[in-house]
């Protein structure tokens, strides 16, 4: 009996306020638009039987995600950027993560508390920290005047530059943390054995380090990669209208144009774009969860 | 220790305090317990012996009540406890890992039982100072568990399951995480404190040598199967199995075939070349029997000349000399290729250094120093 | 180990990009101009300006009173979630279960939120504090399940045996053996459910109406405008609090590791 009220709790709180809104969404990307309140047709209506509202869907909708190519646009450039920022990410997390890892024991805490920090700090303000910099008088272009760099100021905020800026800036905690947790499992012996038979130094770090490290950088990848995808606060803020994203072109739909079928046909391609990275990291983490037995 | 009169095992009137009755447990495919009977008498200090997934920890979990038998009937003092939920059972339970909670302290942590029973202040702190006394922990009574040793830590892991005076306390591995010195001090602690509670316990462990000494049965299980159920005395003099007496201490086991020579004895052709052994068995066995002769190696003499009196005599060359302080083994190889191992007990300094590596050797036993086993 | 000189740049590169942005937003607070970008001397004037912005105060209001309910909400619902992941054995439909714990934290925001609000919409529940507590729960409790669990897991469940044994009912073992240990598991996951809710502004956004705009919602469509020295200001409260919080938690684990270490090492001498 207690059983079934600790596992009944928080199972029908998922499902009511997880599960079912799914469906919601799914039947509403499949009704009509309306000029109504809720503006779409046919209406939520249990009373009527699923059958009647079976016969009333289309995929409409749908068709117009493939007709309009604003949509497609907007998926294929959320998938470049996402892929884009992701590279980037690694790119500068890795090195800081290996030098983390290499650091003198006593003051891993404490660069681990430094990375982790940000996390804990609002995602906004960090966000808008980078409109200060980057904007036309900005910090970094008074920086590049200054030094003679540049005559002219530099346009970046506003541009697809910013948003690949903002997304490496607030997600780089997220690669950093994975691949340190795997280079600092790493035995250190085994660079020196590969040293020892002949590797140089760089060699041991190509054939020994990253492969070891290999489940840090996949998890790293996945973390930033997936949640950059749908993102919509960075390609709002730092982002220009030529900025295609497709959280951005979701918000849109449902605030500004107030077409909510097209809004969740938007939410449910997103979801089925995001199926095949998920279970790809989830199939990872597994691996890696085996291999620690 | 022991009297020579306790053995209520072999009084038919004697009720067992704990009678397992063709108990079979099943994990999904696996069966860890095949249609087991068992009887475990009060007072008794009894010992589950056998290899890691033998089924012995899945035996004390069920007294424990922390699994269910699939089939059977498990009886304490004559009532089926089945049904009964491990936190209404007469029975207390001192956990391999130790399983002291962290955030209490050693008093805190013996009182927890007590207090769980609504027993009055005074009587939860009566109780907990005679369980310090007796594991003699008073000093510590106000440390946390990880501000103590291991061995201390064991205590208090005995004396929090002693606490409630249980009828039956189940002892899982109790010594295991402990070093080797310890243990055997550990071991005759906990044998005072046996006979001074008068509780009976059941001690699972894979240690041999534990077992024989702490315990007055012995139960050697293999794959969910009772092997034996005997004395340590008797498991160690007459296994009545190749397995049993291969467990148990060191032994030679030679292969052949049984004929009778005698009343109650036997010849055994095991070689080609080498002569019939003689050996004697109450246990009959018909002529071109196949059978296993155990014998242990201390029971074997070694000698550089041939003894003249011996039931069994072979020679063979030093093969191998394990030289461990009190004794030493002697491997001696046989011409056919067989290795026989003979102790002896050194206790002269420097003795029979005179035998050493490749020396031929004679090797002499009587007909009554092994076991004939059929399987 | 030796650093070399390029972990040596790494390291001060990674870090100076991860908090030189920071730095620069604090200096920018104290700038006397309104300009954000141009340094017209040392002023507090805009905290001053800050403490009379009734809305961004009551906004303010409406976060924490919506991350206190949630978060804690979230917090029992989670320990419960990871209770039975970890301890509930096979039930009825355990891996959508599972599959529900998981799937919150890699969905996108935006589809949670759109996903909520046309639940609420379908439910008729009228968009303010309540809807916006709903779904932060909802989306928090994941992580909290998650943390929690982890814990668990590595938890010596023989603990728990050990106190049936000694006569506690299957709650009684919870309350008085699991939970003290779980307990910093519970607080930490406690402690992101609030930082979650405090720093959501896509759900939020979704879910809520116009009675209750919480801080995010607020400072999202100022920024929208530009860069504002108020916003700094707030910025840096916020960031010292964070600061403030996360150096004295590490400080104390830090105590209590070093302390368990000595007293370990104690154990050992007077054995």
Redesign the interface.
Known sequence: M??FV??S???L??????????I??LK?SLSDTALSI?PYAPA?DWAEGIGAFLGQLDFENFVWLTEDDLYWKAYLSSLWIALVSTAFTLL?GY??A???A???EEWR?T?M??????F???????V??????L?N???LN?LLLWLGIVDTPLTILNTNTAVYIGIV?TY??FM?LPIYAALDRLD?SLIEAAEDLGCSRLLAFWLVTIPLSRNGIVAGCFLVF??A?????IP??LGGSGTLMI?KV??EE?FSNRD?PV??AV?VV??LI?VIP?VL??RNQQKQAEAEQ | MQTAEFAPWEDPQQKPLIRFQNVTKRFGEFTAIHDLSLDIFEREFFALLGPSGCGKTTMMRMLGGFETPTEGRIELAGQDIGPVPPNKRATNMMFQSYALFPHLSVWDNIAFGLRRDKKSKEQVAARVEEMLKLTRLEKFSRRKPHQISGGQRQRVALARSLAKAPKLLLLDEPLGALDKKLRQDTQFELMDIQETTGTTFVIVTHDQEEAMTVASRVAVMDEGRLMQVATPARIYETPESVYVADFIGDVNIVHGKATASGKEQYRIDWSDTLPPLTATSAKPFSDGQDCHLAIRPEKVAISTERPEAADNVVQGTVHDIAYLGNLSTYHVALPGGTIIKAQTANTRRISRRHITWEDPVWLSWTATAGVLLAE | MRLSWFNVVSLTLGFAFLYIPMVILVIFSFNESKLVTVWAGFSTKWYGELVQNEAFLNAAWVTVKVAVFSSTLATVLGTMAAYVLIRGGRFLGRTLFSGMIYAPLVMPEVITGLSLLLLFIGLGLDRGVLTVVLAHTTFSMCYVSVVVSSRLATFDRSLEEAALDLGCSPMEAFRLVTLPIIAPAVISGWLLAFTLSLDDLVIASFTTGPSATTLPIKIFSAVRLGVSPEINALSTIMIAIVTVGVITASLISKRSLVRQKKDEQQAIRTQ
Do not use: N
């Open positions: 207690r059983r600790l596992i709790v928080p199972y709180w998922l499902l009511l306020l997880f599960l079912i809104p799914f919601i969404v509403i809720p939520l500068f090195p800081i290996y030098g983390m290499r650091a003198p805490p660069l508390m430094l990375v982790i920090l940000p804990w700090t609002s995602f906004l303000i960090r808008y920290a980078w409109m200060g910099i904007s008088e900005g910090f008074q800036y780089l905690p950093i250190g997936i949640p995808l749908g993102e919509f606060v709002s803020l959280g979701l918000w449902f909510w809004a969740s939410a997103l979801l995001l998920i990291f989830q």
